[in-house]
Every structure is written in structure tokens, then in C-alpha cells.
């Protein structure tokens, strides 16, 4: 039994009461409805998640609650009921009160608070952690100066900072994003509110982390039996979080009901669809994602079948082995203090750390780690979009293995052309002066191929194989969504026929549904074109989806690699396993073990067995444990001490 | 912070060396020297000179000398506060300049002052009324005071002022007082003068730094602290003071530096046509006669301020700004 349904019976009365709220926002010639006639309620101490894509009104309904809403939008209807456990009055209707009434003063941050997605943004850059987090304290309760502090210090240790405080005199941009979080939620609970609006508080978060939060978040909701308004798109957190789950699709209310409902029994079309839409563990193989707003998948299919053929690369006779193969990688950077006299100090990074690893010909290697990890310099590098401080990457050619590091001037320009890069941010990786035109010619207009009429017809096909339609080739991609902008960029990626492609997060900035379509479009292109690639991503489960070996990097080092059958089922390295066990399942039978989580974090290379880490007389080596399987790990270690 | 104000000095001696070597070049490059400039006058007021009194004076001054001497003597003269000669005023260049100098910091304090008072709570007033009619409306008043021509203001303040209060026109005190020390009734006088040329260069001013002001804080104002501020129940005005306009002030501040040598050259038309005794006036006059030691002088001071000036808002700037402060994981 959940702690909210306890609740329920204790208290007849909701905590918050939110009906037909409709919020309109006024844009230049009208008005836009981003809420249409929404109701739900909360009631104290319990966990509702709302849930939807971007765009859906989620965040505005949070905004409404607490009327912060921006300047050009109003709540045009509804009432939003708030009935204070501390007082015995009756609910006050939050939607009537004058937007200068004292009372919405002292309810933010008094009685509800928030916590926000970007812990950095939504910090003062300027100021202390401690000033930030006791503001809410000394605007709400009157205290004084060491009061204040002392139980700022408090709720900080409370939150996990180790040293609180340090964490107190600490400005944001000194913390991990971790501890910027848990500073925010520090920010939220202080004065002890009766219920907290989390707007994607885990969504800029590395995954581990995330869990963390999660489980933070959890345990000071029982402890103080807050209840909390979870906003999120990601069904994962909410099958972990809530208590009751609220869809909103286009401002309106799909379905709501308990979390058992909603996973067990999903009857709207667009929730069932939703949850179709996100890759899982338990996929079958071969078995695609249902795109949420699909057009006709299967005609899309037979087009890249048809124009498979002309965007093959080039048929060579390669010799046998892996098309790609890494050694010894590395890559340091150097930060020099700037100084005009004298050398100054210079601090050395090391990037990427003895990192190797092979890619078979038409073979997905998915490479997993978190912001910072190194991941993607690995992938400039392979690029040669960085120079590597050591180590060699061979890609095989008519010639045999060639060194990539060791290319220059046409033979490099010739390189260039057999490997292309999907980039992360749809937005910002199109020029947004170019037309869709001009950034599909440029690989042909740089690399000089064809002539002008070839290059027009190889546009038109290019954007029919990532299914575009030719009428958009002079527009600008501001004019585009986020996904049709992707399937740009996988085009230009294209163009020139490549035959190794790396993939660098190319749907983590998506929503799911349109990320269910590019995977689908990916994985479609792969097959048909017999593309080698390298896909990078944070998020394990695209990383099952689309790739056949999984690499797991860690600070640097590649601490695991096998298939992703192995990996799944024996995963053996600690943090490797750490990874597996943070990640949110979209299901009840498989939910977060949190307390685990909390006292058996494996982030920290410190945490790690001995057998994994360096010792004085022996480096760490690649060790075989199983046919295609390797860990990082002591070379003087036994076979049989890796076995998790 | 001590090591890097101490660095920030060292970094300053290089840079004025250099400066005061253009400065040089750049006085010594129109042809001829201001002799010849007074020769030309004086024939074309159809005068005679006698070519060897001009001779004697181009030796006596070191006219004759390679030019890298000339520089030397010059540049080390500065050192111990010897600027040159004025051969204009016939007068050491400390003494024509030292004068002004007082009325010139005067004029340009108070400037700054008004500029602030009235640009300040317009700019935030306008950002955060954004596209309401207070902003337009005094958006509209702003850009009629950039737009219109300080001298053309400077006459018919003068006028208006001459006309309403029987303020003697031009200059910074009534003629009674030229030449006299100071006392209450000059001081009252010079106030009585003072406010045509503030406000006549203050609405340009006045109007370009509304403008930066507003851009400035909405900037801020779309940042999602300020939702959190907003979350947290500030209200709403000491949340706008403690988090956008603090973060906003940081152009302000990096443009102090800007600010110091507009002292002495600002508003030079303005000055003429209100004929103030200020500096701006004789800097021209300096430039047009090739009066170099004096010319020269006056753009080495410009440079020396601008150097200070960006030493003081990099040193403000550290300390306000936790960012720069702390850069570069230095410890604290």
C-alpha cells in the first residue's frame, strides 16, 4: 500500500483542487490556449505526476497554481482550490486572489513551493547557495541571521551536501549539477511547505544522479509528508514517483487515474501509444517502436529500400576484420593560466584515457557513459574533429587498415568523406541563414562532386530517404520542428555516401514520440545502407535499441564492453552495474531500489573493489571474461574476482 | 585578489608605453610643425616673419633634434609631471590645462550624476513594463533627446535660460566673476550655469543608456531565477533589485572605464558653442594649430584615464561578480 492512499482516507478534503482551468496565452493576432478545461486534484502528502510532451501545457498548470504565470498569459477560467492543512479555514480559491495579494506572497514559498528543471539557470549566479536557500525562511518565518543559518545548514546536511557549511559560503557554479539540485530542493522544503511542484526536476541530470535525486526527494516527501506535483514527460520517474498520474495531451486531460491504472490498464489511445513509443529492455528482436503520430512507417521503409542502392557507399574490397579499430586512445587537455610573464601554470585533463575498442563492418557500437565521461571527444576524435595526444584509430579501406591520425590534405579530405556526424542539437547544428538547399549541397559544393543538375537530383532523393518532401528545400530550418530538423542533418550526413557514422545523442534534445522516429528512421537507414556506426548516448535504453555492443565509458576509461545481450544480463564492472540500476523503468515490477541506490553508489572510482582500480606495481588492463566481453580492471587480478 | 590587481598595474605600464608612442607618431605624422602653421597664418593675415626668428625658435625648442630624442625627452619629462610647452598659450602646458581641468571634472561629475538619476529608474521602469504605452511613450522622449543636435540644444537653452531667468549667456559663471577667488557668490553662479550644459550633454546620454538599461534587464528578466525568486514570495520589486538589476549592472560597470576620459574630451561642441571653459575647447584649438606638446599631452591624459578606468571596472567587476572572481577554480 502507497503512503498517499493512507492519506486519502484520513483526509476527506483535497489539498489542492484544480478544475476546468484554462489558460490562454496572447500572441500576436489572438489567443492561444495552452490549457484547455483541466481538473485534477492532490491530496496531502501524495505524489501526482503529470505527464506529457513538451508543449502540452504541463509546466503552465504548474505555473498557474502559484500564478507566476508569464506576462502574456491569464487564466481565463477554472478555480484552483487551496485548502491549508495548517489552518482550519475553508479552501481559498487561488485563481480569485489579486495578483498582489499578500496571501500569493506568502504562499510561495510558504505553503508551496517549486522545484526546477536547470539547477544552474535557476540559481543566481551571484549569489551564495546559503543566501538562496534561506531567502524562502527569512521571508515566510521571522528569524534571525544565526537562526537562519543554522537551519539552512541543517536542511542542507539534510539534503546530502557533505559539508554544509561549506555548501552555505558555496555560489552554484562551484557545484556538480547533483549538488545544485539538491540545493534547490534544500531551497524548496525549507519552510516546510504542505506541497511541492517539481517541474523535470531530474531531467538535466546524469541518469545515476537522477536516481539519487529521486530517491532524495522520495524520502523527504515521507519524512515530511509533503505532497508533491511531478512534472515530467518521462514515464520511468513517474512509475517510480507517483502515487496517482494525471496525461495531459495539447492542454487537455487524456486519462488520470493511480499509477496501477495508468501502467496496468492504459485506455486512451494516446497514453497506450505513449508508452509504445519509449525503447524498453524487454524488446523482442527486431521488433520496432510505434511512432506516436506515425506517417505510414511502412511506405517510408520501402522508399529507403528503393534508394538504398544509390546511397550505399561504394563498394571496396575490404580486407576481412573490424572496419574500425581503436588503440590506445588518448586525448589531454591542457588549461594554461593566462600570463604574460612568465610560462604560467598549466593544468593537464585527461579526457580520454587508454581507451580501445573495434566496430565490425555494419555493426552499431553503442557508446554509454555520462556528461563528462569523455564520450564525446572519443567520437571527434575518430572524427578528426580534435587531434588525439596518443594512440592510433586505422579505418579499413581498399588499402588495408589506414591510420586515420596520421592523414593529411587530400588523402584527409577523402577521409572526410567516408565519415559523417549526426549531431545532438537539431537547433543549433543548421546553419540558420543557410536554406535546406544550400545546407543539402554543401558536402558536394566542399568535396566538389557532381555536377550542378546531379547534386539537385541527389537533393530530391536524399530528403525523399529521410522522408522529407521536396517543396521544403527553400525554407529555413527555423521553419522546421526539432525532428524534422534531425532528419536534415542525417540527410547532409548522407550525402556523401559515408560508410562509418557517428551518432552523437542525435535524439536526446527529441521529444519521445518523435524520438521513436528517428530511432526507427536510424536503424532503418543502417540496415538498408549498410552503415557502420558509433552511437553515443546517456540513455541506455536507445542504446539497446539500436546497437549490438554496448561500450560503457566511465571518466575517461572504458571500463566495460560487450554485447548488449551480455551487458544486460552479467554486467560485471561497478559502475557499469551502478548505471543499470539507475535507470527508471516505465514498470511496476521493476522499480527503483532507492535505498540501494543511496548507500551503494558506484560514481566515485574510490567506491570501487580493488580488483578494479590501480594498483602501486600493476596498471589496469582490458580483461576477457567472457567470448567478446571485457572489463577494466586490475591486470594482476584474478579472472574469478571479476565475477559480480 | 591582491596578486591580480598587482598583475592588472604591471599590465599597464606596457600598455602606456605603447600608447605614448603612437601618441607621438601620431602628432609628428601631419607635415610640417606648428611654426610653419604660424608662418601660413601670419602671411596669410598678410603679415611678415622674419624666417631666422622661426629659425631660432625650432632650434630653441629641439625642432632640429632626430625625432626619437625628441620622444625621449618628452615621454620621460611626463614622468615628473613636465608635459612641455604650449607654444600656443606660450605658457607650460600644466598651467593651460590645470585651469579647466577644475571645471571640466565639475561639468562631467555632475553629467554623470544627472545621466544616472533620470536613466535608471526609466530604463527598469521600461523593461519592466515592456511594450506598455510608459514605454513607449518614454522610449519616444528618449530617442527625440539622442536625436536631437547637442549644439542646437545647448542655443536654445541658452536662450530660454537668458530669456526666463537673466542667466548671461556662455561660460560657466557671470563675467564679474572671471579671474576671481573662489567665494559663495561664484559658487552660486557656477550653479546657476551648470545645469544648461548638464542637461544639454546629458540627453543624449541620457537616452543611449535608457536604452542599454532596458536591454540589459530584460535579458535578466527572461532568466529562470527570477521564476525563482518570483516562487519563492518575494515581492516583486526587491526580487527585481537583488537578482535581473544586480546581474544587468554588469555592462554598467565594465563601462566605467569608458566613462573617465569622456571627462576631459567629452561634449567638445557643446562647450564651444556655450563657450565653457573647459578642456574640449583647447583640445581642438590644440589639434588644428599642430600645438603638439599640448595636443600630445592631452591625448596621453586620455589614454592614462582609459587605462584606469578599465583597471577600476575589472577590479569592481571581480568583486562584484562572483564568477570572475573565482574563475579558473582559484582558491579562495
Sequence with gaps: MRSGDVNREMSATPLLKIENLEVSFEIQGGHVYAVKGVSFSINPGEVVAVVGESGSGKSVIAQSILRILPRNADITAGSILFNDPNDNNEAIDLVRLNSKDQYLYELRGGRISMVFQEPMTALSPLHTIGNQVQEALVLHREKTDAQARSETEEILRLVGFPNPARGYEMYPFELSGGLRQRAVIAMALICNPAMVIADEPTTALDVTVQAQILGLLKELQKKFNTAILMITHDLGVVANMADKVVVVYHGEVMEAGSVHDIFRRPRHPYLKALIAAIPHFEMEEGERLVSLRSNDADQSNKTIHKLAAKFKAPDESKTKGPHLIVKNLRKEFTSTKGSWFGAGESKKTIAVDNVSFEINQGECLGLVGESGSGKTTVAKLVMRALEATSGSVSLNTSNGMSDILALSGPQLMEFRRRVQMIFQDPFSSLNPRMTIQNILSEPYIIHNVGTAQKRQADILDLLQLVGMEPHCLNRYPHSFSGGQRQRIGIARALALHPELMVCDEPVSALDVSVQAQILNLLNDLRKELGLTSLFISHNLAVVNYVAERIAVMCQGKLVEIASKEQLFANPHHPYTRSLLSAVPYPDLDRLLDFENIKYSSSMEADDWGDVYKSSQDAGLESIKVDEGHFVLANCNCNISELRP | ?332
Design chain 2, 1 to 332: 585578489m591582491f596578486s591580480y590587481i598587482l598583475k592588472r598595474i604591471l599590465y599597464m605600464v606596457p600598455t602606456l608605453i605603447l600608447t605614448s608612442i603612437l601618441v607621438f607618431i601620431l602628432i609628428e605624422l601631419p607635415p610640417g610643425d606648428y611654426f610653419e602653421s604660424y608662418v601660413n597664418e601670419l602671411r596669410a593675415a598678410g603679415e611678415t616673419v622674419d624666417p631666422k626668428l622661426i629659425e631660432y625658435l625650432r632650434t630653441e625648442y629641439g625642432f632640429d633634434k632626430p625625432i626619437w630624442e625628441r620622444y625621449l625627452q618628452w615621454a620621460t619629462g611626463m614622468l615628473v609631471g613636465d608635459f612641455g610647452y604650449s607654444f600656443e598659450y606660450e605658457l607650460p602646458v600644466n598651467e593651460v590645462i590645470g585651469d579647466r581641468l577644475f571645471f571640466t571634472i565639475i561639468v562631467t561629475f555632475f553629467t554623470i550624476i544627472f545621466t544616472w538619476i533620470i536613466a535608471f529608474p526609466i530604463g527598469i521602469y521600461s523593461a519592466t513594463h515592456q511594450y506598455s504605452w510608459g514605454d513607449y511613450g518614454l522610449t519616444f522622449i528618449g530617442l527625440l533627446g539622442l536625436a536631437t543636435p547637442n549644439f542646437l540644444l545647448a542655443l536654445i537653452m541658452m536662450f530660454l535660460a537668458n530669456e526666463y531667468f537673466g542667466t548671461t549667456i556662455g561660460g560657466l559663471v557671470d563675467p564679474q566673476y572671471i579671474g576671481e577667488p573662489f567665494s559663495w557668490g561664484k559658487f552660486v553662479s557656477v550653479l546657476e550655469h551648470l545645469w544648461i550644459p548638464v542637461i544639454v550633454i546629458g540627453t543624449s546620454g541620457t537616452a543611449a543608456m535608457i536604452r542599454r538599461v532596458r536591454a540589459n534587464l530584460l535579458d535578466e528578466l527572461r532568466k529562470p531565477y527570477v521564476t525563482t525568486a518570483r516562487a519563492k514570495g518575494m515581492p516583486e520589486f526587491r526580487g527585481l533589485m537583488k537578482y535581473p538589476f544586480r546581474m544587468s549592472l554588469n555592462f554598467f560597470i565594465a563601462d566605467i572605464g569608458g566613462l573617465l576620459p569622456t571627462i576631459i574630451s567629452g561634449a567638445e561642441i557643446v562647450a564651444i558653442v556655450l563657450s565653457l571653459e573647459t578642456t574640449g575647447p583647447i583640445l581642438i584649438q590644440a589639434l588644428q594649430s599642430q600645438d603638439m606638446y599640448l595636443a600630445g599631452s592631452f591625448l596621453m591624459l586620455l589614454g592614462f584615464l582609459t587605462v584606469i578606468g578599465v583597471l577600476i571596472s575589472d577590479i569592481a567587476l571581480a568583486f562584484l561578480d562572483p564568477r570572475i572572481r573565482l574563475q579558473g577554480g582559484v582558491s579562495r
